[in-house]
């Protein structure tokens, strides 16, 4: 048993921004010490990007984040960039791959980040404290904080949390960091599940369920104005609804009761592609829908629209043609909800970015506390976005974090 402890900084939570601040921190000469609950490292590091982990995307930028204040993330972004974490990477000689629009995985395995950020904080002497959970967090009279552990207390002068959001419980996700920032007295964003598919009343549904692992590429939107998203995205099929990544990006984007638009032919006219090969061809309806989407899809369509697949075009009017082509590209339906935190990659919402420093991701309410990653609200779209925000706040808030117990004394 440890009856106290202490250091310059605690960070709790060791996951991608909670290691990358601890070793920032480490290494500017403060004495760190990184408290996790879980039995496993960085398991959502882990788990992510078909376990090769899609750390980063070479594009990213301000406008592929989502928050209330968007312009809180420009700071951080700018100042650590995903040529940062390249050179990183280079330094411990981690090879990686362009996937897709920017997109870069491990060629090995996520282990290799992992082992990268382990490496890193061993070279800040960092303090392992896991697993260890933190049961009360109390500000000092004389300044700084206590940490009340089952091993004992841990007093300390700044203070970071880097716990996530509420994406993926059965891997350990809880609402502790929001606890915390409620308790000091800080507003919170409403969360919600983001990076998620969508669901669809059963009744609703019901035509397009047995196309469960359909999949093809199209352009999706939803919402009005500033707040609409449009991706061009593949598309997947489930038996509750729809997933893939151009569902996950538009998640994020969408408000209960909204409806999502579809065009399931985003390079042609369906409308009047159809009405020109009526007189241009014999052939019949699915066969040729065959050709421009997955057959079953063209089967399941045309039933639903009780138009018979093996109608010839020449026979059909041109108003059913318009009507089947125009479906094709005009396809808006309105979700029932999404797969919830079970499935969410991430957690829209959190603390509320207007109450930190954009700089150093301190509180304006209670100095040396800080906020990092997933549990403010700054959301990424898919595809390694939001692990730059973790680097990026993860450094921002390590460096701030040491010059701060530099400058208030242990």
């Known amino acids: 048993m440890r009856a106290m402890e202490s250091f310059d900084i605690a960070v709790i939570g060791a996951g991608a921004a909670g290691m990358m601040c601890a070793a920032a921190a480490g290494q500017r000469g403060r ?16 788990i992510s990007g078909g376990g090769r982990c899609n750390f ?27 040529q940062d974490f390249l050179a990183l990477l280079r330094r411990h000689r981690v090879s990686w791959h362009e996937k897709h629009k920017g997109q870069l995985f491990c060629d090995s395995s996520s282990e290799a980040i992992i082992e990268v950020l382990r490496a890193e904080c061993d070279a800040g002497g960092i303090a392992w404290r896991r697993p260890l959970a933190v049961e009360a967090v109390r500000a000092e009279t004389a300044g700084g904080f206590a940490l009340d552990t089952p091993s004992g207390t841990i007093r300390v002068r700044a203070l970071v949390v880097a716990t996530g959001g509420l994406s993926i419980p059965a891997i350990g996700a809880t609402d502790f960091a929001y606890r915390i920032a409620k308790q000091f007295g800080h507003r919170l964003v409403d969360t919600r599940p983001a990076l998620v598919p969508l669901t669809f009343a059963a009744q609703d549904w019901a035509p397009y369920a047995t196309l469960a692992g359909v999949s093809l590429a199209v352009r999706l939107a939803t919402g009005e104005r500033k707040a609409a998203g449009v991706f061009d995205e593949d598309l997947l099929f489930t038996h509750r609804g729809l997933s893939g990544p ?6 994020s984007y969408w408000q209960p009761g909204q409806p999502v638009r579809i065009d399931l032919l985003p390079e042609r006219d369906a409308a009047s592609a159809l009405i020109e090969a009526k007189s241009a061809t014999r052939r019949q309806i699915g066969g040729l829908l065959a050709e421009w989407v997955p057959a079953r899809l063209a ?9 018979p697949a093996d109608a010839r075009l020449a026979d059909l009017p041109d108003r059913t043609l318009r009507r089947v082509g125009e479906g094709l590209s005009q396809w808006t339906l309105t979700p029932s909800g999404t797969e919830g935190f079970r499935k969410a990659e991430v957690t829209r919402g959190g603390v509320d970015t207007r109450e930190l ?7 304006q309410r209670v100095p040396g506390l800080y906020f990092v990653g997933e549990v403010v609200d700054v959301t990424g779209w898919l595809g390694g976005y939001n692990f730059q925000w973790a680097w990026a706040s993860g450094v921002a808030a390590g460096e701030a974090a040491a010059d701060y117990a530099a400058r208030s004394g242990t």
């Open 56 to 82: 980063t995307n070479l594009h990213a930028g301000p406008a592929n984040y989502l928050s209330a204040n968007p312009h809180f993330c420009r700071s951080a972004l700018a100042r650590y960039t995903p």
């Open 246 to 251: 151009g569902v996950l990006q538009i998640s």
């Open 299 to 307: 089967q399941v369509w045309l039933a639903a629209r009780e138009v």
């Open 31 to 46: 004495r760190v010490v990184l408290v996790d609950h879980a039995p496993r490292l960085a398991e959502k590091i882990r």
């Open 357 to 363: 420093s954009s700089a150093t991701m301190m509180s």
